[in-house]
């Protein structure tokens, strides 16, 4: 494993003892000398580990290893890149070089950023493949005695009606459309609370912004749940998930679902490809205030219906949703990346 280590990304690969990459670093320093020495250590380390796919998340790792794998000569390592980020793709003959010549598979997370990956790229039909995310459903379940201390903590009666929106607290993840809509909701459903879970940028807003009348004591800022996240699902009773990440695969809303709680989403990106609207969850348009308004008092409202969404969920979860099927699904488009490189040869 190689990256730009530091902070979260770090504590993940400690966790899982993850080996590192040695006698290379990647590095946000674009002097030509530093990518120049990251080049050749990079090289040195695949020949003398014998590596057979460079798998790339990001644009920089991106470029360093394909200029790395340039000098390697038709025996080298397959290039893999995932694409997390649902965006548009540069079509500069630098990055068509880099995507259509240089890369052997090209891997995304929702259906519809595939077909921006092959609008842009018409060539790569065939090496571009969609491998959703997962999650653990045995950490992320429904049965979690810890989720009742959560109530508890949070000051939550018994039969309280709780929607939670679990989010890195920044903007465009859909925190200013809640609260415009919520004071409706928390009216509409009486015994209903809105939490809001995470940290970021958008924390001092937030808590001065619930100081409000209209919020005060129905819409809560819990922090980030580090040490009992999936007892802080287990406690809602509806998930939320208004704005993708950086990740792109909407683990967030994978985890609620994991966890047998429906999931109000933005329709957009692999959430479109991860809820059956009015199934296992429900999906609203960006930013249409009415509709996730709606949505929220649906599924407040009545708990028969959300109980049966969430079981549904999970069941799709376990079905589609899971680390261990993405891992397989990862390890099968290597092989068919391989067999077509070797069908050209």
């Not at 050749?40 to 798998?55: N, T």
């Not at 989010?167 to 009216?187: E, K």
């Not at 940290?199 to 100081?211: A, C, D, P, Y």
């Not at 219906?305 to 949703?321: P, T």
């Amino acid at each position: 494993m190689a990256g730009i280590w530091g902070r979260s990304f770090e504590q993940v690969v400690e966790a899982r003892r993850v080996p590192r990459a040695t006698g290379f670093e990647l590095r946000y320093d674009y002097r030509p000398w530093v990518q120049l020495e990251t080049i050749r250590g990079l090289c040195e380390f695949i020949k003398r580990e014998q590596v057979d796919v460079v798998h790339c998340h990001l644009i920089h790792d991106h470029w360093i290893a394909a200029l790395a794998l340039r000098r390697l000569g038709p025996t080298r390592p397959l290039l893999v890149r995932t694409v997390h980020r649902y965006e548009s793709m540069r079509r500069d003959p630098a990055h068509a070089w880099l995507f259509q010549r240089a890369t052997d598979l090209i891997i995304t997370v929702s259906q519809e950023q595939k077909r921006i990956i092959e609008n842009a790229y018409p060539r790569l039909c065939d090496e571009v493949e969609v491998i959703y995310g997962g999650v653990n459903p045995n950490r992320f379940r429904p049965d979690l005695p810890g989720a009742a201390l959560v109530r508890a903590d949070m000051g939550e009666p018994p039969d309280a009606r709780v929607a939670g929106l679990v989010a890195h607290l920044g903007y465009n993840r859909g925190h200013r459309w809640l609260l415009r809509v919520a004071p409706r909701v928390v009216a509409t459903v009486p015994n209903s609370t809105i939490w809001i879970v995470g940290q970021g940028e958008l924390k001092s807003f937030l808590r001065h912004e619930l100081r409000k009348p209209q919020y005060r004591g129905r819409v809560l800022l819990t922090g980030y749940r580090t040490d009992d996240l999936p007892e802080t699902y287990a406690a809602m009773d509806v998930g939320l998930l208004l704005g993708l990440g950086s990740e792109g695969s909407a683990r967030a809303a994978l985890e609620a679902m994991a966890t047998a709680r429906p999931v109000i989403a933005v329709r957009k990106g692999a959430l479109v490809d991860t809820i059956s609207h009015g199934a296992d969850g429900l999906l609203v348009p960006e930013d249409d205030d009415a509709a996730l308004e709606s949505a929220l008092i649906r599924l407040l409202g009545n708990p028969e219906e959300a109980r049966r969404m969430g079981e549904a969920a999970r069941r799709k979860v376990l079905e589609r949703f899971t680390e261990d099927i993405r891992a397989e699904r990862t390890l099968e488009a290597y092989r068919r990346a391989l067999e077509r490189r070797t069908a050209r040869v």
